[in-house]
T-cell receptor, first 114, second 112 residues
Framework: QKEVEQDPGPLSVPEGAIVSLNCTYS??????FMWYRQYSRKGPELLMY????GNKEDGRFTAQVDKSSKYISLFIRDSQPSDSATYLC??????????????FGAGTRLAVHP | SQTIHQWPATLVQPVGSPLSLECTVE??????LYWYRQAAGRGLQLLFY??????ISSEVPQNLSASRPQDRQFILSSKKLLLSDSGFYLC???????????FGSGTRLTVV
C-alpha cells in the first residue's frame, strides 16, 4: 500500500466551480500536511501547510485535515483557468537524524476550462 | 529572501555520457538540500538529501550520485547515463526542521 494516495485525474471543471481534491494516507506518524501546486514543466510551489486536524483557509483555498480518517482535502472556490495544474499533497514524517521527510503521492491533475 | 537556482532547464544526453546538474540556494545558511526525480505521470521520488557539507544520504540505489561541496551548493552526477535516467529532476531546500520545502524550477533530462 502506498503511503500517500491521490486520484491522478484528470479532473475537468468549468470556471467558477468549487473543486475538491483529496488524499488518503496510511501512516499515522505523519505530522504535517501540505498542498503544493505544480504547473506543467515547473517545480512545485507550496500552497498551504498545516499540522492539525480541522480547516485552514487562505483566500480561495481551504485545506481540511481529518487525522482520525487519515484523509486530507483541498477545496478551491471560484476556480479559475489559472488554477489548472497538478496538485500534490506530500506528508511529512520524522526519519533518522531527527529530520522530517516528505512523502509524495502521484498528484491530481486539474483542468479548469473557461 | 531565499532563492533557489537550478540549471540547466533542459538537457539531452546520449546513453553512456556523464551528467552534472547543479543547484544553489541564496539567502539562507545550512539548509537541508534534496534531489528528487519525477517520472511522467508519477509522484516525486527522493533520490538524495543532505543536512550539511559533505553529508549525503541516498534513498534508493541507482546510477546517480550527489555531492555538496559548499554549504549552499548541491550537485547531482552520473558517470554513465542510462535510458532509465530520463526524467524531471528537482532540487529543493528546507530549514533544518524539514518542513515546507522550496523547489527549484527543475531540469528535464532526456537520455537518447
Amino acid at each position: 500500500q502506498k503511503e500517500v494516495e491521490q486520484d491522478p485525474g484528470p479532473l475537468s471543471v468549468p470556471e467558477g466551480a468549487i473543486v475538491s481534491l483529496n488524499c488518503t494516507y496510511s501512516n499515522s506518524a505523519f505530522q504535517y500536511f501540505m498542498w503544493y501546486r505544480q504547473y506543467s514543466r515547473k517545480g512545485p510551489e507550496l500552497l498551504m501547510y498545516t499540522y492539525s486536524s480541522g480547516n485552514k483557509e487562505d483566500g480561495r483555498f481551504t485545506a481540511q485535515v481529518d487525522k482520525s480518517s487519515k484523509y486530507i482535502s483541498l477545496f478551491i472556490r471560484d476556480s479559475q483557468p489559472s488554477d489548472s495544474a497538478t496538485y500534490l499533497c506530500p506528508l511529512s514524517r520524522p526519519f533518522s537524524g531527527g529530520y522530517n521527510k516528505l512523502i509524495f503521492g502521484a498528484g491530481t491533475r486539474l483542468a479548469v476550462h473557461p | 529572501s531565499q532563492t533557489i537556482h537550478q540549471w540547466p532547464a533542459t538537457l539531452v544526453q546520449p546513453v553512456g555520457s556523464p551528467l552534472s546538474l547543479e543547484c544553489t540556494v541564496e539567502g539562507t545558511s545550512n539548509p537541508n538540500l534534496y534531489w528528487y526525480r519525477q517520472a511522467a505521470g508519477r509522484g516525486l521520488q527522493l533520490l538524495f538529501y543532505s543536512v550539511g557539507i559533505g553529508q549525503i544520504s541516498s534513498e534508493v540505489p541507482q546510477n546517480l550520485s550527489a555531492s555538496r561541496p559548499q554549504d549552499r551548493q548541491f550537485i547531482l552526477s552520473s558517470k554513465k547515463l542510462l535510458l532509465s535516467d530520463s526524467g524531471f529532476y528537482l532540487c529543493a531546500w528546507s530549514e533544518w526542521t524539514g518542513h515546507g520545502y522550496t523547489f527549484g524550477s527543475g531540469t528535464r533530462l532526456t537520455v537518447v
